[in-house]
């Protein structure tokens, strides 16, 4: 198996441990595989969560250096479970929210931690990965990044422009994860990275953003995962709606399904920031300058891994088929929330209710799959006053909130980083 560039003309090609190890691709492009591979015919769900996931990532890895580890990485990284919510008559929530930072981006940055570590050890080098975050990434890429063996990892937040409690994710840790307070805005901690990507003197960098490989790979998993579970039990194919910003996520949702999971459609709930369902509508693709709203970790105005759709969809016409998507305001959001506790008890976070208001509005009727991509506990300024009650905390999260924090307050040049 091998993956090559989205933006590669002459198809150099790639192995997936390549690929992960790269991050980016030489000409700027994003890894994609030659072809997406089929479930295998063993494929089971009998024994649990990481074997299932070793067999769905195995043909990935057909032919490559990691293959013969990838059940011990699989294992390490998939340590915590997934669940699907019951809400009656075929609508169910699959909360991706059980692992240390209580969001769904623990999936893919254990993953690809263990990855590297796993890799590093047998060639011996040391990396330094950087990640500059406005939010969640920094603290799932922090905490699946702390202790793990030839790697540390540099954090940049801008000052004041993250949420109390995911500071103190972002600072709680010690050893081999430093970070870094910006005097500066998000636009500025992402420059600092790149600068210092390009500068020849630095050795040894890499990133852990949402566009390396080894991030999207296990956000396939749970797809094929909780569509098998979704079809055994109502005897239907699944209906996702998958809060997106930079589409990596859903992405996942579609390799699943071209993989052969049984999965009939893949919405796109979207808050504020409309390019993707502007582009459905008018046929002319404009990214743009990102505005900010209550689901903050979908705040994109230019979806990274769209070019990674744009290659699994050619044409318009194709896009449209397979691709839905709607807009949620931040009124919106509020309302949800506020309506599905009423009704139920059931509390959700500003992302997860973009999903859910899309499915109250456009799939009445057609039983649905609400992907729950954060613990409401993460985003409790927003909910409590909403709901009118305090959301109980993961014992994870209590942990890390809880600590000491410890930072280092810079100005914007990179260089203040080593
Ligand atoms: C990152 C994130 C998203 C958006 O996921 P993408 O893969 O960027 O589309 C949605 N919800 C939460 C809670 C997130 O952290």
């Known amino acids: 198996m091998y993956f090559v560039s989205t933006r590669d003309e002459n198809g150099k090609r ?70 699907i919510h019951q809400g009656g008559d075929g609508n169910d929530t699959l909360e991706l929210y059980y692992g240390p930072t209580s969001a769904f981006k623990d999936f893919g940055a254990r993953f ?121 039990r109502y005897h239907k194919k699944a209906v996702f709606i998958v809060p997106s910003g930079n589409v990596g996520n859903s992405t996942g949702a579609f390799w699943a399904k071209a993989m052969g999971a049984p999965i009939e459609h893949i919405e796109l709930a979207v808050n504020a920031n409309r390019t993707i369902p502007d582009y459905l509508e008018s046929g002319e693709y404009k990214p743009r300058k990102s505005c900010h709203t209550l689901a903050n970790a979908m705040d994109v105005g230019a979806p990274s891994n769209m070019e990674r759709l744009f290659s699994l969809f050619k044409t318009y016409e194709e896009f449209k088929e397979n691709v839905t998507s709607h807009s949620v305001d931040d009124l919106k959001i509020r309302l949800t929330i506020k309506d599905v506790y009423d009704e139920s008890g059931y509390v959700i976070c500003p992302h997860t209710a973009c999903a859910e208001y899309v499915r109250r509005k456009y799939y009445k009727g057609v039983p649905t799959i609400v992907v729950a991509t954060a613990h409401p506990a993460k985003f409790e ?38």
């Open 14 to 83: 790639f192995t997936a441990t390549e690929a992960i190890m790269k991050g980016l691709a030489p000409d700027g492009g994003l890894f994609i595989p030659e072809r997406i591979p089929s479930l295998p015919p063993t494929f089971t769900m009998e024994n649990g969560y990481a074997y299932a996931a070793y067999e769905i990532l195995k043909p990935y890895f057909e032919g490559d250096e990691s293959y013969d580890d990838l059940y011990d990485i699989c294992l390490k990284a998939f340590s915590f479970p997934v669940s």
């Open 112 to 232: 690809l931690a263990f990855f590297m570590e796993n890799r590093l050890r047998k060639t011996g080098e040391d990396l330094t990965v950087l990640v500059a975050t406005s939010g969640d990434t920094g603290g799932a890429v922090a905490s699946a990044f702390h202790e793990r063996e030839h790697l540390c990892v540099k954090v940049l937040f801008p000052k004041g422009g993250v949420s109390e409690r995911q500071m103190r994710q972002l600072t709680c840790f010690d050893g081999n994860v430093e970070s870094f307070e910006v005097d500066g805005t998000f636009d500025d901690c992402q420059k600092m990275v790149k600068d210092a990507f390009m500068d020849p003197e630095l050795k040894g960098l890499t990133s852990a953003n949402s566009i390396n490989l080894g991030r999207l790979l296990p956000q396939v998993v749970y797809y094929v995962w909780a569509s098998f579970i979704y079809e055994a």
């Open 381 to 418: 300024s927003i909910v409590e006053p909403v709901i009118g009650k305090t959301v109980p905390i993961p014992e994870t999260l209590y942990d890390m909130i809880t600590r000491d924090c410890s930072y280092t307050e810079i100005g914007t040049d990179y260089k203040d980083l080593f």
